[in-house]
């Protein structure tokens, strides 16, 4: 027979209060279970069953399934780590309700955080990630004006090396030229003029338009 484990048992030491307060709402919710399943009640469901027997049932029954409603909960906080994240909700809440106590303005910076009426979580959010990145701004700045000086020196060696290119091509470009009339003006036999023709057309060709 199952033995049920009082209300205390699950309870880890130094549990968080967020934490043991959501299992003692358990608890209280488990009595219900008390008080619907009693004997009564069994003997109405199961009236053919000799009574003895039936009591047995019963309280086999309740001890049960209070067990694999504590147990299911003891996997869900294991499971995703609800202690941890109850622990850090209560210091953000701590810690929000600590700069209220300190009169800030009421649309102050530090009270974008701090629960009001019309306060939603995803604002919230929101607001401890903008303070988070405020801290930072400063460091990226820094970053990104260092990235805009090396992304100019880059830009600076890309036009000279394009320059030093369009450099090289109009030499090119010219001695092709003076090559093209000592052409016109040395005669030739008609293979080898023929030959250096098409020499001289293929390397214009190759530099593209100057």
């Not at 030491?13 to 009595?31: I, N, Q, V, Y």
């Not at 209560?90 to 209220?100: G, I, P, Y």
């Not at 306060?119 to 930072?136: K, M, N, P, V």
Request: with cysteine.
């Amino acid at each position: 027979m199952a033995m049920e484990r009082g209300p205390d048992a699950a309870h880890a030491p130094g549990e968080c209060a967020r934490l043991e307060r959501m299992r003692t709402a358990l608890d209280k919710f488990l009595t219900l279970i008390d008080d619907k399943a009693n004997a009564k009640n069994f003997a109405v469901a199961l009236p053919n069953v000799d009574e003895v027997a039936l009591e047995k049932t019963r309280l086999q029954f309740v001890q049960d399934l209070k067990s694999a409603i504590r147990n299911d909960l003891n996997e869900l906080v294991e499971k995703h780590d609800l202690g941890s994240r109850l622990s850090e909700l209560q210091e953000l809440v701590d810690e929000a309700d600590e700069r209220e106590r300190n009169a800030y303005a009421p649309q102050s910076a530090e009270l974008k955080d701090v629960w009001r009426p019309d306060l939603d979580i995803s604002t919230a959010i929101r607001a401890r990630i903008a303070a988070d990145q405020q801290a930072r701004m400063p460091a990226l700045e820094h970053e990104f004006a260092e990235l805009q000086a090396a992304n100019a020196e880059s830009a600076e060696r890309i036009a000279a090396i394009e320059q030093e290119a369009d450099d090289v091509q109009a030499n090119v470009a010219d001695a092709l030229a003076m090559l093209d009339k000592l052409r016109g003006a040395v005669s030739l036999p008609s293979e080898d003029a023929k030959a250096l023709h098409a020499m001289l057309d293929a390397l214009l060709t190759d530099m593209g338009p100057v």
